[in-house]
T-cell receptor, first 111, second 115 residues
Framework: AQSVTQPDIHITVSEGASLELRCNYS??????LFWYVQSPGQGLQLLLK??????LVQGIKGFEAEFKRSQSSFNLRKPSVHWSDAAEYFC?????????FGGGTRVLVKP | SAVISQKPSRDICQRGTSLTIQCQVD?????MFWYRQQPGQSLTLIAT?????????ESGFVIDKFPISRPNLTFSTLTVSNMSPEDSSIYLC????????????FGPGTRLTVT
């Protein structure tokens, strides 16, 4: 069965420090990959997406993600987090018109 | 990307009643979807809203409980029927014009509490 796994339920990071969120997928073929962010009380905002080509993709708000086929991973990174990055982050995958979401990682930012 | 609005943004309802949630997009879109996000959980797809025909429901969701309409390419409604406290969730609609790659954009959600 197709699945997306985010191993970390919570991550706490200091403001200004780097952030990396892990995402692994299990699909028959390489799916299309996405990262979304959900701020408190908000809907989901698309941060970035990977369809093909360059394995390092740039997104909004200073985020980037790297696709690694050998590890079935699509990890999200940010070099320096801001207090406003505190939110829930969801990795998602599709092989067609349906998205499968990971369980989410809640990011807390310490002053 | 499209601007998506949902009404109501939140509601508190009594068990046994029904609530209809509206999703409006500012431009025509190919596909519209409805998701449920239970407290502290990830998103689960309820159904794909098809324009001019019956919605396509995912396993575990049925039309009698979650009737969906999509009268045109910019509007859809989801009704949560005969509500119980277990229906307390955030309900989100999403839209896509690139259905073949699964790229979707989400509305702000409707937070439903059933007492």
């Amino acid at each position: 069965a197709q699945s997306v796994t985010q191993p970390d339920i919570h991550i706490t990071v200091s403001e200004g420090a780097s952030l990396e969120l892990r995402c692994n997928y299990s699909y028959g073929a390489t799916p299309y990959l996405f990262w979304y962010v959900q701020s408190p009380g908000q809907g989901l905002q698309l941060l970035l997406k990977y369809f093909s080509g360059d394995t390092l993709v740039q997104g909004i708000k200073g985020f980037e993600a790297e696709f690694k086929r050998s590890q079935s991973s699509f990890n999200l990174r940010k070099p320096s987090v801001h207090w406003s990055d505190a939110a829930e982050y969801f990795c998602a995958a599709s092989s067609g018109n349906k998205l499968t979401f990971g369980g989410g990682t809640r990011v807390l930012v310490k002053p | 990307s499209a601007v998506i609005s949902q009404k109501p943004s939140r509601d508190i309802c009594q068990r046994g009643t029904s609530l209809t949630i509206q999703c409006q997009v500012d431009s025509q879109v190919t596909m519209m979807f409805w998701y449920r996000q239970q407290p502290g959980q990830s998103l689960t797809l309820i159904a794909t809203a098809n324009q001019g025909s019956e919605a396509t429901y995912e396993s575990g969701f049925v039309i009698d409980k979650f009737p969906i309409s999509r009268p045109n390419l910019t509007f859809s409604t989801l009704t949560v029927s005969n509500m119980s406290p277990e229906d307390s969730s955030i309900y989100l609609c999403s839209v896509s014009n690139r259905s073949s790659v699964g790229e979707q954009y989400f509305g702000p959600g409707t937070r439903l509490t059933v007492t």
